[in-house]
């Protein structure tokens, strides 16, 4: 029999239609598909074309965060050298608390004297359980030697980079209220246990809040700040970034030449070379969407 009569339906044979739950439509097979199947074949439909600029100014908040925690790090080792007193890591203390409250005051969109005063009243509280916590994080880790200390505290310091959330989505806006995800949790979690392994091995008591309140101050507030600055106006972000990427730069360098071309080398990799990976590899990405797909359902809930 000529194979041509099969591709055309007889009078008698009905024509084959795509159904969804339609079961097997007699004459044809379960897996038949006809001329027009490949007509709703679409090509890297949800392929995101991006540009070079607009990669490496995204890239510009991670910089920004390690730049940060790079900052962190100086001032702890600056603290275990005694090269920082008591009093000036207070004053700094001080310092980062008012400015961080400036920021956030002329750049949130809602701000009122409650908010702030809600604030104001929570940092009271924190402020004084670290305090009267201090003898005890001053103890905690005396039986532990001082390599093991250095080493736990670098690997959490790794998986708090890893895991942080810099897009700032997690990040609880002033008025707004957002559950964190798993992830961010465990990067805060990471970063509060190396700073209290810092603190461990500083001899005063005082010594210790003091660095206890920096690095959570740093650590839990910082993004916040970073992301009012962001969404507040982004040429400022940017101009904030590279400032702060200079003078990150300016005291590694007088810290230790290697560190500092270590440090450049990383902000170089992740701010130009990441993004220039990620323009090269998404010439070779191919998405191909049809009938086939699995469809999507959309629910429209109305009140």
């Known amino acids: 029999m000529d194979s041509s009569i099969n591709e055309?339906?007889?009078?008698?044979?009905?024509?084959?239609r795509k159904v969804a739950y339609g079961g097997?439509?007699?004459?044809?097979d379960d897996n038949h598909t006809d001329e027009t199947f490949l007509e709703a074949m679409v090509m890297n439909a949800n392929v995101v074309k991006r540009s070079m600029l607009k990669v490496m100014q995204d890239s510009v908040s991670i910089s920004q965060y390690l730049c940060i925690v790079a900052l962190v790090v100086l001032v702890w080792t600056c603290t275990l050298r005694s090269t920082l007193n008591e009093n000036t890591l207070l004053l700094l203390d001080v310092s980062l608390l008012g400015l961080g409250f400036l920021v956030l005051i002329l750049t949130a969109e809602m701000m009122s004297l409650n908010l702030l005063f809600h604030y104001f009243i929570n940092i009271s509280f924190f402020t004084t359980g670290l305090y009267v916590s201090a003898p005890i994080y001053q103890t905690l880790t005396r039986s532990i030697s001082s390599d093991s200390i250095w080493a736990v505290t670098v690997s959490l310091l790794i998986l708090h980079l890893f895991l942080h959330d810099y897009s700032g989505s997690t990040i609880r806006a002033p008025g707004a209220l957002k559950n964190p995800n798993l992830t961010s949790c465990i990067s805060l979690n990471a970063s509060v246990v190396a700073s209290v392994f810092i603190a461990s091995r500083l001899p005063s008591r005082i010594q210790v809040f003091a660095i206890m309140l920096f690095s959570l101050q740093v650590f839990?507030?910082?993004p916040l700040v970073?992301?009012?600055?962001?969404?507040y106006s982004f040429q400022l972000h940017l101009w904030f970034s590279f400032g702060l990427m200079v003078l990150t730069l300016a005291f590694?360098?007088?810290l230790h030449r290697l560190l500092f071309v270590l440090l450049l080398g990383l902000l170089v990799f992740v701010t130009v070379v990441c993004?220039?990976?990620?323009i090269r590899i998404q010439e070779y990405k191919f998405e191909i969407n049809g009938p086939w797909d699995e469809a999507k359902l959309c629910f429209d809930i109305t009140e």
């Open 24 to 28: 097997m439509q007699p004459g044809f």
């Open 226 to 231: 970073t992301y009012c600055i962001k969404k």
């Open 275 to 278: 993004p220039y990976w990620l």
């Open 252 to 254: 590694v360098y007088m």
């Open 220 to 222: 839990l507030f910082a």
């Open 8 to 16: 055309n339906p007889s009078p008698t044979r009905p024509r084959w």
